[in-house]
């Protein structure tokens, strides 16, 4: 484990080599923005509200919402950019814990495509076949017999 003292420790380095403690550390983060999101929601809505209830004297009905337009457009980008923003947290832990599955299949790929290579390379010996083994099939009547009626010339007698 890192010490204080180390001039290049860094406490999230520790989270950064677990995918299960990274999950969790942003699962945590998440949570957070979560609760900040529902704070901004509350405060767009409650903006909204006022806005568009401030009306000056010869406005018409419309002119307090065309003025609030933008700032409430201006909030609706903050929240989309903060539910953007918990969804790749999501995104990023379950591709950090998809990258060490892979670092594994990786090395077991490998290791079955050596293995491979040596068979290929070393092929096991097998042994020929001989004559005296066509005897054998003529004197069995399965699947080494002949195919049709028209063959049956050609088959020794028993």
């Known amino acids: 484990m890192n010490s204080n003292n180390d001039p290049n420790y860094s406490p999230l380095r520790d989270v950064a080599q677990s995918p299960e403690a990274t999950a969790r550390y942003l699962a945590d983060v998440q949570r957070v923005l979560l609760d900040i999101g529902k704070n901004l929601e509350t405060?767009?809505?409650?903006?909204?509200?006022?806005?568009?209830?401030?009306?000056?004297?010869?406005?018409?009905?419309?002119?307090?919402?065309?003025?609030?337009?933008?700032?409430?457009?201006?909030?609706?980008?903050?929240?989309?950019?903060?539910?953007?923003?918990?969804?790749?947290?999501?995104?990023?832990?379950?591709?950090?814990?998809?990258?060490?599955?892979?670092v594994v299949n990786t090395a077991k790929g490998r290791k079955e495509k050596e293995l491979e290579k040596q068979r290929k390379k070393n092929p096991p010996t097998l042994q020929a076949a001989s004559n005296p083994q066509q005897g054998a099939q003529s004197q069995n009547s399965g699947y080494g017999g002949p195919t049709s009626i028209y063959d049956l010339g050609k088959r020794e007698p028993a």
Do not use: C, F, I, Q
């Not at 918990?86 to 599955?101: I, N, P, V």
């Open 43 to 102: 405060l767009a809505h409650e903006t909204r509200v006022h806005l568009r209830d401030t009306h000056v004297e010869g406005d018409r009905w419309y002119h307090a919402r065309l003025r609030a337009m933008p700032v409430e457009k201006a909030l609706g980008n903050v929240l989309k950019d903060l539910n953007d923003l918990t969804e790749g947290l999501e995104k990023s832990a379950y591709k950090r814990r998809a990258h060490d599955e892979s």
